[in-house]
């Protein structure tokens, strides 16, 4: 919907009183889009093409979205590998959403790509991993702090 045309979408998008209105980031809004189309064509999804990657390091996945994506840095895409699952850190084990997020079995949990529309992890390697999630989950902050419990975000 977006992609369909860039100026009419664009000047849309800049009227909007509701968004952030800078050019720059409508434009790359646009266009991200557009890669994201492509993606999908050749990925099936987006997800198949986040999982054709997986699993990186936070620098790695910086650097991959900035060879595909435009108006990309470091914090945007911290927050949206924590937020899908494919990096740890968005809730605390003290968060009550966290045992939530270990039964889901996300991405961070898992070491390597293959057949992971297939692989469901029994109890005990679902335990193991969430405790390494736990462990990586401590040496990581939110906004540059540690935060736990009441402070997780979508608490």
């Known amino acids: 919907m977006v992609v369909d045309d860039q100026n009419t979408d664009g000047v849309r998008l800049l009227s909007d009183a509701g ?4 050019r720059l980031k409508v434009n790359a809004v646009i266009e991200n ?10 990925y099936g999804s987006f997800k198949g ?6 699993p990186q390091t936070l620098e790695n996945w910086t650097k991959l979205f ?43 949990l898992m070491t ?10 029994d109890a005990s390697a679902r335990v193991c991993r969430a405790e390494q999630y736990e462990s990586m989950v401590s040496r990581t902050s939110y906004n540059g702090k540690k935060e736990r ?7």
């Open 19 to 22: 968004i952030i209105r800078d």
């Open 149 to 155: 419990g009441e402070n997780c975000p979508d608490w």
């Open 112 to 121: 390597s790509t293959a057949n992971r529309s297939e692989t469901t992890l």
């Open 66 to 108: 900035k060879r595909n994506f435009i108006f990309t840095g470091g914090e945007i895409v911290k927050e949206f590998l924590m937020r899908t699952g494919y990096l740890p850190g968005a809730h605390a084990s003290d968060c009550p959403i966290y045992e939530v997020v270990i039964a889901k079995s996300p991405a961070c």
């Open 33 to 42: 889009a557009r890669r994201i189309q492509s993606l999908r064509n050749e």
């Open 49 to 54: 093409w986040l999982d054709s990657h997986h």
